[in-house]
């Protein structure tokens, strides 16, 4: 898996991803966003990202989807990392990314986020890097999912994650595709 950086903001990238494999596709047609992408044979994941309104040393992670037949492969996680790091290297000092779902909230876990304690836009919690990853955080954000109308597969994620710690901080690398 091979990770690219394919412009900030202000470097009007437009990235088109075909709407029928991912999820947000018309989002990334923008070019006032940052993007990034992972892939091996073609695009595999996209993230779009832009800077704080409000704090310059803050790069925000607006959009992050993952190519349909290849979702459950940590290809995702992988990339908020690989973007997180970019993000560092350039200067900003905090990274933030909402997640609107169980499953998205593991995803930024995994790539070292931690829920902030907020609630922004559409029912997102609001993740951050650097922060608190102490188990007592991660669980109240899962207590908030909890409190939602879920499909049976979130709340079957739930129920497994009940005591749960935060999960491991996932290597950006290079891989096979499994399979």
């Not at 779009?48 to 992670?61: G, N, Q, S, V």
């Not at 989807?65 to 990392?81: A, H, I, N, S, Y």
């Not at 049976?152 to 901080?169: H, N, R, S, T, Y």
Request: glycine share 8%; hydrophobic share 35%; net charge negative.
């Amino acid at each position: 898996m091979e990770f690219a950086l394919c412009g900030w903001p202000d470097d009007e990238h437009p990235l088109r991803l075909d709407y029928r494999e991912f999820a947000y596709a018309g989002k990334f047609v923008m070019t006032s966003t940052g993007k990034a992408v992972a892939g091996d044979d073609g695009v595999v994941a996209a993230a779009a990202f832009d800077e704080d309104r409000t704090d310059r040393d803050t790069l925000c992670i607006r959009y992050v989807t993952v190519r349909r037949d290849r979702q459950g492969e940590g290809v995702g996680p992988r990339l908020l990392r690989f973007v997180r790091e970019r993000a560092s290297e350039r200067g900003y000092e905090r990274v933030t990314i909402g997640a609107n779902n169980p499953f998205s909230y593991e995803a930024a876990y995994r790539a070292g986020f931690c829920f902030t304690g907020s609630e922004a836009g559409l029912a997102e919690l609001t993740l951050e890097w650097p922060g608190d990853r102490s188990t007592e955080r991660y669980q109240s954000g899962l207590a908030l999912f909890r409190q939602r109308d879920l499909s049976e597969a979130e709340e079957a994620f739930l129920a497994a994650k009940l005591d749960a710690e935060p999960p491991a901080v996932v290597e950006v690398r290079a891989e096979a595709r499994p399979g």
